[in-house]
């Protein structure tokens, strides 16, 4: 589903972020990666979703090879993928629904269809009669739960995000994480960055630890 | 192709929604097309109105000889005889106009009479009035054959009768130059107001497609309602100029139309017709698009 071989990745002529990483996520799989501030998870995280390319090295995501994938096929690639940034990247001037309906209308469902999709997935997520509200008018949890709504309103193979809990308190953050461990239940493969020990111990069967020059794949495949 | 017609309708959906947001910047773009596109548009009711009246005034030639007053009798025959024969392919007709014939046919306009009584005698020369034949090259040649004509034995002065139709040729020529110019110069207005409108929408909603690119949109998706945006902005603001061009013909024909009947005429200016405009409202529309492409390609690039 999701493999890293010999990937590094640097911005310029600076410093590798990544250097020489190297796993194989099957589908289905629930998997963390973890590590402190500045080490590079982000960016992991955005070359799964073809966000950033890699430097060096091959990135395969759902049977298609990104570093070889060209930039028109990119958009195509990141329906397959839902993403969730740590700035949630909501629109704050329209309302909950729309801000769903927006990965559905780029693959230009009907509008009917869209908002009946959009519907089920912010009830999904546990905002049920909030779908008029706009962002601003919601909690910082509720705003993480619209943008996991929106990452999985086109069914994506995969799903990643980016430190979801971050400043968000435990019950929030609790609650957060069984929405995404559902949607792990129903086959969706799940790559969360956090840096946040306790919640990981208490939800991970595997980590991809990331350390200054160092990659440890805990409860990976051999 | 239903769902690239629905994502059509999402663009200019959005498109229309984006310039609702911004009621007085989106009006005030318009007002600046449409008076820049509407001074082209007057330009061009001036020269079709002027045209067909150039068209009905013939633009043949006629080219008057005037013989010296010391010319010898029957000078006027011969001169007319030698055209008839070495220029019989060029006229279409020559033409004998007598010293006491051009009198008497001045003695018979009043307002000539009374000058002439004063006079001792006729002071008006023999003429010969040749007319020449119309095909290619025609100013030039009667120009060549008044330098010749010039030159011969007798012949005081050779005057060319529709010097003054070319000239409005002439004039009309410019004004179709200046008219081009001027419509390049708006073009390049409309090209520069397009491209900053389109910068200023990319660069607010910059937040926007980053969340389109991020839940899978193409680049098409992405441009789209910036290409409706240049599209519908020129081609709201070409009916506009069309409508201000109108109106503003309005009080330039009624003054006109006073001046017309003070020389007992009857001319007015009217706007090119219906399907040249419809052209100009598509080419306003085209350019829009074109200066929304390349500033959406050039101010989206993060």
Known sequence: ???????????????????????????????????PSGVGKSTLLKLIAGLESPSRGSIQVNGQRLDRLSARARPYLRRAVG????????????SAIQNVMLPLAVMGLPTGQAHGRARAAIDKVGLSGKEQLTPIELSGGDQQRLAIARAIVNRPAILIADEPTANLDRDSARRIMEVFRDFNRVGVTTLIA????????QHANRTLRLEPGKFIDIGGHA | M?????????????????LALQPFSSLANLLVIALALALPLLGSAILVSVEPVAKQVSVTPELTLFLAADAPDGAAERIAARIRGEYAGQTAGVRVVGRDDALADLRSNPAWEQALAVLPGNPLP????????DAEGLAARADDLAAAWRKWDHVDRVQLDSDWVQRLEA?????????????????????????????????SQREEIAVARLVGATESFVRRPFLYLGTLTCSIAALGAIAIAGL???????ALASLARSYDAEFSLHLPHAGILALAVVGAALLGALSARWSVTRNTRF
Request: hydrophobic share 55%.
């Open chain 1, 83 to 94: 993403v969730i940034l740590q700035d949630t990247h909501l629109l704050f001037d329209r």
């Open chain 2, 126 to 133: 023999d003429a010969v009035v040749v007319t020449m034949t």
């Open chain 2, 171 to 203: 004039l009309l020529r410019f004004g179709r130059i200046g008219l081009f110019l001027l419509a390049a110069s708006v073009a390049v207005v409309v090209l520069a107001t397009v491209f900053n409108t389109v910068r200023l929408q990319a660069l």
């Open chain 1, 194 to 201: 956090s840096h946040d020990e306790p919640l990981m111990a």
């Open chain 2, 2 to 18: 239903k769902s690239w017609l629905r994502q059509h309708r999402y663009a200019l959906r959005i498109t229309l929604r984006r």
């Open chain 2, 248 to 254: 503003a013909l309005l009080p330039l024909n009624r």
């Open chain 1, 1 to 35: 589903m999701i493999e890293f071989q010999h990937v590094f990745k640097s911005y310029g002529r600076g410093r590798n972020i990544l250097a020489d990483i190297g796993f194989l996520v099957t589908a289905g799989e629930f998997v963390f990666v973890s590590g």
